[in-house]
């Protein structure tokens, strides 16, 4: 196949499909396949997320004939990153404790759908649902920022302006969390929609940290900070329920 800058039509294909994707892949997993038995859902979700993380770099050698490139400062903007991602974990976990929880915002409907799904997938086991964070925090959060920020907002930077490549990767970013925090939060909107805006100012500022100093170490911790508090505030939520 071409190389990217003499098939323009791949080149878009290639982003339609990376910032797409996701969003109608957890459609398929969380919503379509919700009812299904949980072995298949796993496995749904493995091959799906195979797919997923696999893509970018296929694409980076086989069609566009390149190989990735060590940052030549791999520690450029890890500061910037820290504090940032400290920030978002300070203000989530006070947010959380010193209103959402008093205030009974996650009772109801979203905390029995988030019951429901650590039942389904077997996550009843402390250990099980500390490992499944662990791996969230450190290993997925990696892999989405080598997927939105290194592949999917790089793709859009070498062609269009930073304003319009923060804001479309940090839209597809944002999306499939549409999905997820629609599910949970269907009976308040406003919440998820807020939720919602939280993780696309996330991704924005990511974007643009790697834009800045080239590396994915800052945006990839301080992602990996935001995480661990969601799972913090995950396991309160239904720390009555685990063996």
């Given at each position: ?188 909107l406003t919440t998820a929609l807020l939720f919602c805006a939280a993780i696309a100012v996330g ?41």
């Open positions: 196949m071409l190389p990217i800058e003499k098939s323009p039509r791949a080149s878009c294909l290639a982003l339609c499909f990376a910032i797409s994707y996701p969003t109608l892949f957890t459609l398929v997993y969380f919503i379509i396949l919700k009812d299904w038995p949980p072995t298949l859902q796993i496995g749904t979700f493995g091959i799906g997320k195979a797919l997923q993380f696999l893509f970018p770099l296929a694409y980076v050698l086989f069609i566009l004939g390149s190989r990735p490139r060590r940052s030549s400062r791999p520690t450029a903007g890890l500061g910037s990153g820290l504090l940032f991602g400290a920030v978002v974990m300070g203000v989530a976990l006070l947010f959380y404790f010193l209103w959402l929880d008093p205030t009974g915002v996650f009772e109801g409907d979203p905390v029995k759908q988030i019951r429901s799904k650590i039942e389904a997938w077997g996550l009843t086991l402390r250990w099980k649902f500390v490992l499944l964070s662990l791996f969230y925090a450190l290993m997925h959060s990696f892999l989405e920022e080598y997927y939105w920020r290194w592949f999917v907002f790089r793709q859009l930077r070498e062609r269009i302006s930073l304003g319009w490549s923060i804001s479309i990767s940090s839209l597809g970013f944002t999306a499939h969390h549409v999905v997820l925090l629609v599910f949970y939060f269907k009976e308040s991704g924005g500022v990511w974007a643009w940290l790697y834009d800045r100093h080239k590396s994915l170490l800052g945006p990839w911790l301080s992602h990996a900070l935001v995480d661990v508090a969601i799972f913090i505030i995950g396991y309160h939520l239904v720390r009555d329920m685990f063996n």
